[in-house]
């Protein structure tokens, strides 16, 4: 039975990073005894609710299981409460699209070789693509001195080179991820600043 002793949880939202996905919540507080959680999903499609592998958990989250990793898929969720005989009402979170909803995170910088007017960079990307993606590196990289004017690079390979520096100087660059998607564009978040020197000819 639905009970109005029992609240909802709270704070419900999905949570995505580099399209791994989970949904959290915050704990129902409740004098004695322990509460339990239920998370059902259904898509766009298919409108019929179904369970997502956390029925009864003690855990205030809930991972999208392998089949919900659909970028493109409109999902729902739904969460409830129980305690014994008791369950809360359902909450119900607004429809997700990993595609637009997730955040990106910045690329990684496996290596950087120094020459005299180049930086050549080998970067991985922050997430494992799938077939038929289009992804550019978009490079910020400025001398590291206070007047410093910023070259901006977009590359799709995942090697790379920053060409034109001076010899003998030090360079500074940050990187982030672009990925085209079915509405435009998805931008990653920026790597943190890393600096390297030119070598002398």
């Known amino acids: 039975e639905t009970s109005p002793h029992l609240p909802a949880p709270e704070n419900v939202e999905v949570y995505s990073y580099n399209f791994q996905s989970l949904l959290r919540w915050s704990p129902v507080p409740v004098e004695n005894g322990l509460v339990l959680y239920t998370v059902q999903y259904r898509t766009r499609f298919h409108r019929v609710w179904s369970e997502m592998g956390c029925t009864e958990t003690p855990q205030t989250w809930c991972r999208f299981p392998p089949e919900l990793r659909r970028r493109r898929w409109t999902i729902e969720l739904r969460l409830r409460a129980q305690l014994g005989a008791l369950s809360s009402?359902?909450?119900?979170?607004?429809?997700?699209?990993?595609?637009?909803?997730?955040?990106?995170?910045?690329?990684?910088?496996?290596s950087v070789r120094a020459s005299p007017d180049s930086l050549l960079l080998s970067v991985s990307p922050p997430f494992p693509p799938e077939p038929g993606d289009s992804l550019q590196y978009l490079v910020s990289c400025w001398e590291n001195t206070t007047s410093a004017t910023e070259k901006k690079l977009s590359e799709s390979k995942t090697l790379f080179q920053i060409g034109n520096l001076k010899e003998s100087t030090l360079y500074c660059f940050s990187i982030q991820v672009q990925l085209k998607i079915y509405s435009g564009h998805l931008l990653g978040q920026q790597s943190a600043p890393e600096c390297h020197r030119t070598t002398l000819s």
């Open 89 to 110: 009402a359902w909450v119900h979170t607004p429809p997700f699209v990993a595609e637009t909803n997730t955040t990106l995170g910045p690329p990684r910088v496996n």
